[in-house]
């Protein structure tokens, strides 16, 4: 609307990082204690991804942002029941999904988790208001899609392309001269580029869509195969060995000493509190429910970073439990 200032974008990116960091002070130490949230904020500050992305124009900040919001609109919704906690969680569903619809399963799936603790005759009423909300701030990117393409589309037009290249493409050749060569020889390729060229992307996405769904008849067992390497791929430690702004070296210790500790304690810390399930189960729902898309479709590291600030919370409440004067819970 005013012209191209990176700079704003980049300083609103610092801002909702620093938000971020807050609910997981506020999360911790409503779900734990004071001094998990400070740990978690702590380790949220330094956290090299959470500094990164803030200096990139991507929409990492935004996302992890919408998030962890969501976490705590659903933990306020558990604990008070209102249709005002129900509203403002499903509009914030409906914004992560318009800025990533591969979390559609999480949001449409988290709210079944919240009603066992107090249990109301307003349940129902409290899913339709959820839902209603969600439907609602989502549904302008589906009318946008029918008067565009006069057709349903409830993510992207052309959504077939990475699921495509996620099966066909080895993992290990992603983002490599191997791919590129793919892509030069590949008909499928060549017919869905040309009509992307004349900005025909719904009819290239079908071109895509009907590509794979012939490859997986063809053979399931390669397209299960593609699935584990998938999540394989997605809790990776470090990256692939590729061309970084830094070098690989420091990329791959920043990443080891990073993310290296924060996932295997993250998930030690799951377990220690596995007798809270279901009062953490939003939390469950997010490391679980959020990768299962990209399972299925298309896997990148980057894209775990929304589950990050929750492994980052788990792990400050176990070093919490591990330190003297720990509170128990």
Not at 13 to 25: A, E, H, I, Q
Not at 98 to 105: A, V
Not at 298 to 303: E, K, L, M, T, W
Request: charged share 15%; with cysteine; net charge positive.
């Amino acid at each position: 609307m005013f012209g191209p200032h990176p700079f704003i974008i980049l300083l609103g990116n610092c801002g909702l990082s620093v938000l971020t960091g807050g609910l997981l002070y506020l999360l911790g130490q409503r779900l734990f204690s004071r001094r998990a949230g400070l740990t978690a904020l702590a380790l949220w500050t330094v956290y090299p991804y959470s500094i990164y992305y803030c200096a990139w124009t991507f929409r990492e900040s935004f996302l992890v942002f919408l998030a962890v919001a969501m976490l705590w609109l659903l933990f306020e919704l558990r604990d008070l029941q209102t249709p005002r906690a129900a509203a403002c969680a499903g509009v914030c569903g409906g914004l992560l999904g318009l800025t990533n619809p591969s979390c559609l399963i999480f949001v449409g799936l988290s709210p079944g988790a919240l009603f066992g603790l107090k249990p109301r005759a307003s349940r129902a009423g409290l899913l339709a208001v959820f839902f209603l909300a969600l439907g609602l701030s989502y549904s302008p990117w589906v009318v946008r899609n029918y008067l565009a393409f006069h057709r349903l589309i409830l993510t992207n037009a052309h959504g077939g392309i990475n699921l495509y290249y996620g099966v066909m493409v080895p993992a290990d050749d992603l983002g490599t001269e191997r791919e590129s060569r793919f892509r030069s020889s590949d008909p499928v390729e060549r017919q869905a580029a040309a009509l992307i060229a004349a900005g025909r992307e719904q009819e290239a996405g079908e071109i895509y869509k009907s590509a794979i769904r012939q490859a997986i008849l063809q053979s399931p067992g390669h397209y299960l195969r593609t699935c584990l390497e998938r999540f394989v791929k997605f809790w990776r430690f470090t990256p692939y060995p590729r061309k970084y702004d830094l070098d690989y070296g420091k990329v791959f210790w920043i990443s080891l000493l990073s993310d290296g500790l924060l996932i295997p304690l993250g998930a030690i810390a799951f377990w220690f509190f596995r007798r809270r399930w279901r009062e953490l189960l939003p939390l469950w729902a997010i490391v679980l429910l959020w990768p299962l898309a990209y399972y299925l479709v298309y896997a990148v590291i980057r894209f775990r970073m929304p589950v990050m600030p929750v492994l980052i919370l788990m792990t400050a409440a176990l070093l919490d439990r591990a330190l003297p004067g720990a509170q128990k819970s």
